[in-house]
């Protein structure tokens, strides 16, 4: 899988996110390249349903993720202002993973690759968006996350924390 910074093209932005991240009622810090904290993942444990905010460092909440249970296949809405602005479903079919991004006044988004090994990447129209792999760092427990110019970061590590939690059930 080749990086978005090896082809030629402007540097997108690079995040590291733990691995195994989060349980509901854990929090985190989602850091860019530099160490520098960029947006924390509150998890809720007072909710019926996995719910995590996605803040700005200075507290302002930027998305809320909710697992839907009562869907035939796995699906997570991610909302801002109580709107819901993307829907991440996972595929039923085929061997590997696949997950299809549904957002709201705009082009959606897919992912593929292998989901369990945190190597994927997320594409628009056949263009890498972002792409997630752990073989860029040396810290244990943790993958990077290189999201493309021009797209909106915080929507792309909401849908990342939606993958990574969905993996898992």
């Avoid at 993942?41 to 349903?49: D, E």
């Avoid at 709107?83 to 991440?88: D, L, Q």
């Avoid at 493309?148 to 915080?154: E, L």
Wanted: glycine share 12%.
């Amino acid at each position: 899988m080749r990086r978005l910074r090896d082809r030629g093209g402007p540097e997108g932005t690079r995040y590291t996110m733990r691995e195994k991240l989060f349980s509901v009622g854990d929090d985190f810090w989602i850091e860019n390249d530099g160490g520098e904290r960029m947006f924390k993942v509150n998890g809720k444990a007072l909710r019926i349903r996995d719910t995590f905010v996605i803040e700005s460092r200075s507290g302002e909440e930027l998305f809320t993720i909710q697992e839907k249970k009562l869907s035939v296949r796995d699906k997570m809405e991610v909302e801002r202002g109580g709107r819901t602005v993307a829907t991440v479903k996972k595929a039923l079919i085929g061997i590997r993973d696949r997950y299809s991004i549904e957002v709201e006044g705009g082009p959606d988004l897919s992912a593929k690759g292998n989901f369990v090994d945190h190597e994927f990447e997320i594409e628009r129209d056949g263009h890498k968006v972002a792409e997630i792999s752990k073989r860029w760092l040396r810290v244990r427990d943790a993958y990077g996350i290189e999201v493309a110019p021009g797209q909106d970061d915080a929507l792309i590590l909401a849908v990342t924390v939606c993958i990574d939690q969905m993996g898992r059930g």
